[in-house]
């Protein structure tokens, strides 16, 4: 049995194919070129776009995957959280084809998909439980995971997003979008203590509004003071992207401590950062944690981590949803 994922929570509409943690096809066509000019995603350009690409994006999938229609005995897809319109555009996709192919379909919580991305391509056993640490565009949360149907979220953000802050703050300094990418190419490791900036230690939960404010304020001082050069800039963003990414790494490790468990497994577009996959490898070696990423090409928004996690909420857990299934932002 294969089972079909379906991603269109924000910018890219992503279509995967799977046989349990095997994926045979993920094809993903993202709008984000069309948002590029506005500094952000526009609800309205993701929506139309989703519509435009997702019945060819599924066609070539299963195409990649050498099967047909006839071949998939389940239809994952991410219904939270998300832009409503876009969730809208995918979960009605996946009710249209569920009926007309007489399958089931299962509503997939978007982020539980991101936990699900270190497995997929893997053999390995699930390292039940896990602490659960999702950085992405529009969240920094942590869960208590004991299973894939019994997650418990123990801490998030109480503002900004860790790639939210990443994204706003590039847009500042003249990078590009979205500005996580852009940082994490700047970064250096020699300039991390060149300046001095503070995220709170608030539990297991963050706030990142305080220094995104912080180095906003500190560029505008040291360009009225003529001191603001390429080499300043680069020290100004490496100490702030250090700051975060042991703040994000610290409070993750705090919650394996608290809770005694051994395995951390990480997700989301921000953990493609190399700084962060470095420093969550350092600091859970020291503390004898195992440590679980996905692979880059698996951390920002695809459909093969849904269907990853369809096949096995299906085939272990007996889960389905029903066509009342709705879409939500949080
Ligand atoms: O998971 P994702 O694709 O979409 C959401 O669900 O939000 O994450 C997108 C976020 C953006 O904020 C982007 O700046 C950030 O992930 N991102 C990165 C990197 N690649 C993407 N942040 C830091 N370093 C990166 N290499
Ligand atoms: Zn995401």
Redesign the pocket.
């Given at each position: 049995m294969y089972a079909l994922g379906i991603e269109t929570?924000?910018d890219?509409t992503s279509v995967g194919v799977v046989f349990k943690n095997k994926v045979l096809a993920n094809v993903t066509v993202s709008s984000l070129r069309y948002h590029k000019k506005y500094g952000g995603i526009v609800p309205e350009i993701a929506h139309r776009n989703h519509l435009r690409f997702i019945e060819k994006v599924t066609e070539i999938a299963l195409k990649k995957a050498g099967i047909d229609f006839s071949k998939i005995k389940v239809i994952g897809v991410s219904f939270r959280p998300?832009l409503v319109g876009a969730l809208l555009v995918g979960v009605s996709f996946a009710k249209g084809l569920s009926l007309a192919l007489n399958i089931p379909f299962l509503g997939i919580n978007?982020l539980h998909a991101?936990l699900f991305s270190p497995f997929l391509n893997k053999k390995d056993k699930l390292p039940l439980p896990f602490i659960g640490l999702v950085a992405?565009?529009?969240?920094t949360e942590i869960f208590l995971v004991k299973d894939f149907d019994k997650i418990k979220l123990i801490g998030k953000t109480r503002d900004d997003?860790c790639?939210?802050v990443?994204?706003k703050v590039a847009r500042f300094f003249g990078l590009g979008f979205?500005?996580?990418?852009y940082?994490?190419r700047i970064y250096s490791y020699s300039f991390k203590d060149a300046f001095r900036f503070k995220c709170p230690r608030i539990g297991f939960d963050f706030s990142f509004s305080g220094i995104k404010t912080a180095i906003i304020y500190k560029k505008m001082e040291l360009e009225k003071k003529r001191e603001l050069d390429e080499s300043t800039k680069i020290k100004l963003l490496s100490s702030f992207m250090e700051e975060i990414v042991t703040r994000v790494t610290e409070t993750t490790i705090l919650a394996a401590k608290r809770f005694k468990v051994k395995n951390i497994v990480c997700g989301?577009?921000?953990i493609?950062?190399?700084r962060?996959r470095s420093l969550l490898r350092e600091k859970t070696k020291k503390e004898k944690l195992q440590l679980f990423l996905p692979e880059k090409r698996f951390?920002?928004?695809n459909g093969a981590m849904v269907a990853g996690l369809t096949f096995y909420l299906y085939n272990n857990k007996k889960l389905k949803s029903n066509l009342n299934l709705k879409v939500y932002s949080d």
């Open positions: 929570s924000c890219e998300g978007h991101h992405s565009g529009g969240h997003a790639g939210e990443f994204d979205p500005g996580g990418v940082l994490d989301g577009g921000v493609a950062n190399r962060l951390t920002c928004d």
